[in-house]
């Protein structure tokens, strides 16, 4: 299958950084996509990683290591307004794209 | 531009009944998509189509779920008949398509199977 692994929920304080870790079957790999989810809300797209490195996006970065299968998304000087749900997603083969089932992200005052 | 347009935001109707999801994709985007999100599954992909072909329904859950995209700026997806454990959210999303295109979605359909 095209098993996409990241934790179910994680916690931090308004300031701090956060690092949520994706992991992924390597076979097919085509790109891999970070969404941000607000309840109640469609996801929105906020980083893209098809080579290996980091992709600095202001607060937000994404880094990914094609062999490892592994990618993170690191959120730096959290707001109350990170507070959302994380998607990582990936491109196998084709366009469409397979949604892990997503980081709950709290972040306390 | 206005975004990915999906009508209803909320439908509930009754167990055997007939559900039909509009959406309209951005202008100019090849590659629409069909979600569906719940708890217990996550985000699952249904079909999608390119140039209102459609590609890949391998995600379709079963026969009583149809999907149809007649031109450019529209496509429905159907359930007949519903069942309760179609309740979920449908997101309707589009994209350029090629490598690195995001998608982008549509506020979603919230249904509501009772």
């Known amino acids: 299958g095209q098993n996409i692994d990241q934790p179910t929920e994680m916690t931090a304080t308004e300031g701090a950084i956060v690092q949520i870790n994706c992991t992924y079957q390597?076979?097919?790999?085509?790109?891999l996509f970070w969404y941000q989810q607000h309840a109640g809300e469609a996801p929105t797209f906020l980083s893209y990683?098809?080579?290996?490195g980091l992709e600095e996006k202001g607060r937000f970065s994404s880094f990914l290591s094609r062999s490892k299968g592994y990618s993170y998304l690191l959120l730096k000087e959290l707001q109350m307004k990170d507070s959302a749900s994380y998607l990582c997603?990936?491109?196998?083969?084709?366009?469409?794209?397979?949604f892990g089932a997503g980081t709950t992200v709290t972040v306390r005052a | 531009d206005a975004g990915v347009i999906q009508s209803p935001r909320h439908e509930v109707t009754e167990m055997g009944q007939e559900v039909t999801l509009r959406c309209k994709p951005i202008?100019?985007?090849?590659?629409l998509f069909w979600y569906r999100q719940t708890m217990m599954r996550g985000l699952e992909l249904l079909i999608y189509?390119?140039?209102?072909?459609?590609?890949?329904d391998s995600g379709m859950p079963e026969d009583r779920f149809s999907a149809k995209m007649p031109n450019a700026s529209f496509s429905t997806l159907k359930i007949q008949p519903s069942e309760p454990r179609d309740s979920a959210v449908y997101f309707c999303?589009?994209?350029?398509?090629?490598?690195?295109?995001?998608?982008?979605f549509g506020n979603g359909t919230r249904l509501t199977v009772t």
């Open positions: 999303a589009s994209s350029l398509g090629g490598s690195g295109s995001p998608l982008h």
């Open positions: 390597t076979s097919g790999f085509n790109g």
């Open positions: 990683n098809v080579l290996d």
């Open positions: 997603a990936v491109a196998f083969n084709d366009y469409k794209l397979s």
């Open positions: 202008s100019g985007h090849d590659y």
């Open positions: 189509f390119n140039n209102n072909v459609p590609i890949d």
